[in-house]
Protein backbone atom coordinates (compact mmCIF):
# COMPACT_ATOMS: atom_id res chain seq x y z
CA UNK A 1 0.00 0.00 0.00
CA UNK A 2 3.05 2.59 0.78
CA UNK A 3 2.94 5.75 2.40
CA UNK A 4 4.16 9.12 1.83
CA UNK A 5 7.53 10.20 2.21
CA UNK A 6 6.61 13.27 4.23
CA UNK A 7 5.14 10.73 6.61
CA UNK A 8 8.75 9.30 7.64
CA UNK A 9 9.63 10.20 10.99
CA UNK A 10 13.00 12.14 10.77
CA UNK A 11 16.26 10.46 10.73
CA UNK A 12 14.43 7.79 8.22
CA UNK A 13 16.95 5.69 5.62
CA UNK A 14 15.35 6.18 2.01
CA UNK A 15 17.38 4.04 -0.74
CA UNK A 16 17.45 5.93 -4.45
CA UNK A 17 19.88 5.18 -6.85
CA UNK A 18 23.10 6.94 -8.30
CA UNK A 19 24.26 5.62 -11.77
CA UNK A 20 22.19 2.76 -10.78
CA UNK A 21 23.60 1.89 -7.69
CA UNK A 22 21.47 1.87 -4.56
CA UNK A 23 22.35 4.70 -1.89
CA UNK A 24 21.38 5.52 1.51
CA UNK A 25 19.58 8.55 2.55
CA UNK A 26 18.08 10.71 5.75
CA UNK A 27 15.27 12.55 5.89
CA UNK A 28 15.90 15.69 7.55
CA UNK A 29 12.42 17.37 7.71
CA UNK A 30 9.44 18.38 5.70
CA UNK A 31 8.50 22.06 4.30
CA UNK A 32 11.68 23.30 5.75
CA UNK A 33 12.68 26.11 3.47
CA UNK A 34 8.87 26.52 3.66
CA UNK A 35 5.90 25.51 3.17
CA UNK A 36 5.82 23.46 -0.16
CA UNK A 37 9.34 23.11 -0.46
CA UNK A 38 8.68 19.42 0.38
CA UNK A 39 10.99 16.96 2.22
CA UNK A 40 14.61 17.73 2.47
CA UNK A 41 17.29 14.42 2.56
CA UNK A 42 21.01 14.29 3.06
CA UNK A 43 23.59 11.93 1.47
CA UNK A 44 23.80 9.50 4.69
CA UNK A 45 27.91 8.77 3.08
CA UNK A 46 30.40 11.10 1.69
CA UNK A 47 31.84 11.32 -1.98
CA UNK A 48 35.68 11.67 -1.82
CA UNK A 49 37.25 14.83 -0.74
CA UNK A 50 37.72 18.03 -2.77
CA UNK A 51 38.44 21.27 -2.51
CA UNK A 52 35.76 23.88 -1.61
CA UNK A 53 37.71 26.36 -4.40
CA UNK A 54 35.85 29.41 -5.00
CA UNK A 55 35.85 31.27 -8.61
CA UNK A 56 37.82 34.20 -7.57
CA UNK A 57 35.39 36.59 -9.00
CA UNK A 58 36.23 39.88 -8.17
CA UNK A 59 38.86 38.41 -6.03
CA UNK A 60 36.69 36.70 -3.44
CA UNK A 61 38.54 33.21 -2.45
CA UNK A 62 35.23 32.04 -0.64
CA UNK A 63 32.60 32.66 -2.01
CA UNK A 64 30.16 29.89 -2.38
CA UNK A 65 27.81 29.79 -5.11
CA UNK A 66 29.31 28.68 -8.17
CA UNK A 67 32.23 27.38 -6.37
CA UNK A 68 33.49 23.93 -6.97
CA UNK A 69 31.56 22.31 -4.10
CA UNK A 70 28.46 24.05 -5.36
CA UNK A 71 28.84 23.14 -8.67
CA UNK A 72 29.17 19.40 -7.70
CA UNK A 73 26.33 19.17 -5.81
CA UNK A 74 24.14 21.44 -7.70
CA UNK A 75 24.69 20.10 -11.19
CA UNK A 76 27.37 17.18 -11.15
CA UNK A 77 25.61 14.91 -9.06
CA UNK A 78 21.86 15.33 -9.60
CA UNK A 79 22.79 13.71 -13.07
CA UNK A 80 23.95 10.79 -11.10
CA UNK A 81 19.63 10.40 -10.12
CA UNK A 82 17.19 8.59 -12.17
CA UNK A 83 15.91 10.81 -13.98
CA UNK A 84 12.44 10.37 -12.63
CA UNK A 85 13.96 11.56 -9.41
CA UNK A 86 15.39 14.18 -10.59
CA UNK A 87 12.04 15.44 -12.10
CA UNK A 88 10.88 15.09 -8.12
CA UNK A 89 13.60 17.62 -6.97
CA UNK A 90 12.02 20.90 -5.76
CA UNK A 91 14.63 23.68 -5.66
CA UNK A 92 14.70 25.69 -2.76
CA UNK A 93 16.12 29.27 -1.20
CA UNK A 94 18.93 28.52 0.57
CA UNK A 95 20.47 31.37 2.45
CA UNK A 96 24.43 31.79 2.09
CA UNK A 97 26.83 34.14 3.35
CA UNK A 98 29.02 36.36 0.71
CA UNK A 99 32.07 35.47 2.05
CA UNK A 100 35.55 37.11 1.92
CA UNK A 101 34.97 38.67 4.95
CA UNK A 102 31.59 40.50 4.37
CA UNK A 103 28.82 39.54 6.72
CA UNK A 104 26.21 40.34 3.28
CA UNK A 105 23.78 37.47 3.50
CA UNK A 106 22.10 36.36 -0.05
CA UNK A 107 19.35 33.75 -0.74
CA UNK A 108 19.93 31.53 -4.13
CA UNK A 109 17.62 28.94 -4.87
CA UNK A 110 19.51 25.26 -5.53
CA UNK A 111 18.68 21.57 -6.68
CA UNK A 112 21.34 20.31 -4.70
CA UNK A 113 23.22 22.06 -2.24
CA UNK A 114 25.89 21.31 0.81
CA UNK A 115 24.49 22.40 4.34
CA UNK A 116 25.66 25.58 6.50
CA UNK A 117 26.55 25.85 9.73
CA UNK A 118 23.77 27.01 11.03
CA UNK A 119 21.86 23.98 9.41
CA UNK A 120 23.93 20.94 11.07
CA UNK A 121 23.59 22.92 14.45
CA UNK A 122 27.33 24.05 15.04
CA UNK A 123 28.98 27.24 15.37
CA UNK A 124 30.21 29.49 12.27
CA UNK A 125 30.66 33.15 11.25
CA UNK A 126 27.26 34.02 10.00
CA UNK A 127 23.57 32.32 10.87
CA UNK A 128 22.76 30.41 7.56
CA UNK A 129 19.06 28.93 7.81
CA UNK A 130 18.00 27.30 10.68
CA UNK A 131 19.11 24.26 12.20
CA UNK A 132 17.77 20.91 11.34
CA UNK A 133 16.96 18.96 14.33
CA UNK A 134 18.59 15.80 13.50
CA UNK A 135 22.08 17.05 14.59
CA UNK A 136 21.68 16.48 18.20
CA UNK A 137 24.93 15.89 18.65
CA UNK A 138 28.45 15.78 17.11
CA UNK A 139 27.74 12.21 16.39
CA UNK A 140 24.85 13.05 14.12
CA UNK A 141 27.53 14.95 12.01
CA UNK A 142 29.65 12.19 11.53
CA UNK A 143 29.80 11.18 7.60
CA UNK A 144 31.95 8.17 5.93
CA UNK A 145 33.71 7.95 2.96
CA UNK A 146 30.78 6.51 0.28
CA UNK A 147 30.19 2.82 1.67
CA UNK A 148 33.32 2.35 4.13
CA UNK A 149 33.52 2.85 7.48
CA UNK A 150 36.07 5.60 7.14
CA UNK A 151 35.04 8.82 9.04
CA UNK A 152 35.62 11.69 6.41
CA UNK A 153 35.93 15.57 6.65
CA UNK A 154 32.95 16.70 4.90
CA UNK A 155 32.25 20.51 3.22
CA UNK A 156 29.94 22.68 4.68
CA UNK A 157 28.80 26.17 2.01
CA UNK A 158 29.76 28.88 4.89
CA UNK A 159 32.70 30.67 4.59
CA UNK A 160 34.95 31.65 7.29
CA UNK A 161 34.80 35.02 8.52
CA UNK A 162 38.45 35.97 6.18
CA UNK A 163 38.98 35.57 2.53
CA UNK A 164 40.80 32.50 1.92
CA UNK A 165 38.91 29.50 3.94
CA UNK A 166 35.26 27.48 5.16
CA UNK A 167 33.97 25.38 7.40
CA UNK A 168 33.81 21.76 7.59
CA UNK A 169 32.83 18.71 9.67
CA UNK A 170 35.53 16.94 11.03
CA UNK A 171 35.91 13.21 10.81
CA UNK A 172 34.97 13.71 14.89
CA UNK A 173 31.39 15.57 14.03
CA UNK A 174 32.95 18.78 15.32
CA UNK A 175 33.17 21.89 12.95
CA UNK A 176 36.42 23.47 11.90
CA UNK A 177 37.90 25.76 9.08
CA UNK A 178 40.19 25.35 6.12
CA UNK A 179 41.77 26.88 3.33
CA UNK A 180 39.33 26.41 0.25
CA UNK A 181 42.59 25.28 -1.83
CA UNK A 182 42.57 22.42 0.27
CA UNK A 183 40.84 18.89 -0.25
CA UNK A 184 39.08 18.48 2.81
CA UNK A 185 35.44 19.37 1.95
CA UNK A 186 34.04 15.87 0.47
CA UNK A 187 30.47 16.64 -1.05
CA UNK A 188 28.01 15.35 0.92
CA UNK A 189 24.76 16.87 -1.14
CA UNK A 190 21.34 17.70 0.42
CA UNK A 191 17.92 18.17 -1.30
CA UNK A 192 14.10 18.56 -1.59
CA UNK A 193 11.84 15.69 -2.83
CA UNK A 194 8.33 16.39 -3.28
CA UNK A 195 5.71 15.55 -0.52
CA UNK A 196 3.90 13.00 -2.35
CA UNK A 197 6.94 10.38 -3.34
CA UNK A 198 5.31 7.33 -1.98
CA UNK A 199 7.77 4.82 -0.08
CA UNK A 200 7.45 1.57 1.54
CA UNK A 201 5.29 0.88 4.23
CA UNK A 202 7.96 -0.82 6.15
CA UNK A 203 12.37 -0.47 5.82
CA UNK A 204 14.09 -3.37 4.42
CA UNK A 205 16.99 -5.61 5.76
CA UNK A 206 19.24 -2.91 5.39
CA UNK A 207 17.46 -0.48 7.50
CA UNK A 208 16.03 1.86 4.02
CA UNK A 209 12.75 2.47 2.77
CA UNK A 210 12.13 2.06 -0.74
CA UNK A 211 10.14 3.71 -3.60
CA UNK A 212 7.10 3.14 -4.67
CA UNK A 213 6.04 5.16 -6.76
CA UNK A 214 6.25 9.27 -7.68
CA UNK A 215 4.93 11.95 -9.99
CA UNK A 216 5.47 12.27 -13.61
CA UNK A 217 6.75 15.56 -14.56
CA UNK A 218 4.05 16.48 -16.48
CA UNK A 219 1.24 14.42 -14.69
CA UNK A 220 0.74 10.59 -13.76
CA UNK A 221 2.45 8.42 -11.88
CA UNK A 222 5.32 6.07 -12.39
CA UNK A 223 6.19 2.71 -10.63
CA UNK A 224 9.32 0.64 -10.50
CA UNK A 225 8.50 -2.77 -12.22
CA UNK A 226 12.11 -4.97 -11.64
CA UNK A 227 13.66 -2.15 -11.39
CA UNK A 228 12.57 -0.10 -14.41
CA UNK A 229 10.19 3.41 -13.99
CA UNK A 230 6.96 2.20 -15.41
CA UNK A 231 4.55 5.14 -16.45
CA UNK A 232 1.11 4.41 -14.93
CA UNK A 233 -2.02 5.30 -17.46
Known amino acids: MGQLLSNLANGSLVKLNENSQGKKF ?11 TGVTMLRKDAFSEIAWNASDSNGYKNRYFGCTLDNFCDGIWPLKLDPEIRDCIVPVPIVVAEGNGVATLHTIYRKGFALSCTEAGVSGWQTEGKKFAYFADNNKCIANLDETATAIYWGLRSPF ?22 ANFAPRPAFNLKSSIVVS ?19 GLYVKNNGVWVAVV
Open 201 to 219: DAPGSDGCYTIESVPGKTG
Open 161 to 182: SDGVSAYVIDSDGTVDYDNVYL
Open 26 to 36: IKLDNDHYGSG
